[in-house]
């Protein structure tokens, strides 16, 4: 059993930076893909950013490349999401998924488990 706790969000102005952070517990951190999705009122869950086990291999939504990074420290148990020049589209509430795989993918299904979800606004 996995467990995510996201904090780092919260109100910030166009144009602005912020930097989720998601905890893990639980077994096999490590060599476990992780993934960020978000979720706009009214919208489906989309994915944002998604990295390997190793941190080896990432990718992004094209609406957020060259803008947010994902990162991870696996001796922290913990995944990063640096969100820079942020936009009033970006307020949705953001959600940390680890895959059992070490594969990363851009594919809600392929996640097992999920966080509570940390809110981003963003104010124009």
């Known amino acids: 059993q996995v467990q995510l706790v996201e904090s780092g969000g919260g109100l910030v102005q166009a144009g602005g930076s912020l930097r989720l952070s998601c905890a893990a517990s639980g077994r096999a951190f490590s060599r476990r893909a992780m993934g960020w999705f978000r979720q706009a009122p009214g919208k489906e869950r989309e994915f944002v950013a998604g990295m390997s086990w190793s941190g080896g291999w990432s990718t992004y939504a094209a609406s957020v490349k060259g803008r947010f990074t994902i990162s991870r420290d696996n001796a922290k148990n913990t995944v990063y999401l640096q969100m820079n020049s942020l936009k009033p589209e970006d307020t949705a509430i953001y959600y940390c998924?680890?895959?059992?795989?070490?594969?990363?993918?851009?594919?809600?299904?392929?996640?097992?488990?999920w966080g509570q979800g940390a809110q981003v606004t963003v104010s124009s």
């Open positions: 998924a680890a895959r059992q795989d070490m594969a990363g993918s851009r594919n809600t299904a392929d996640y097992d488990y």
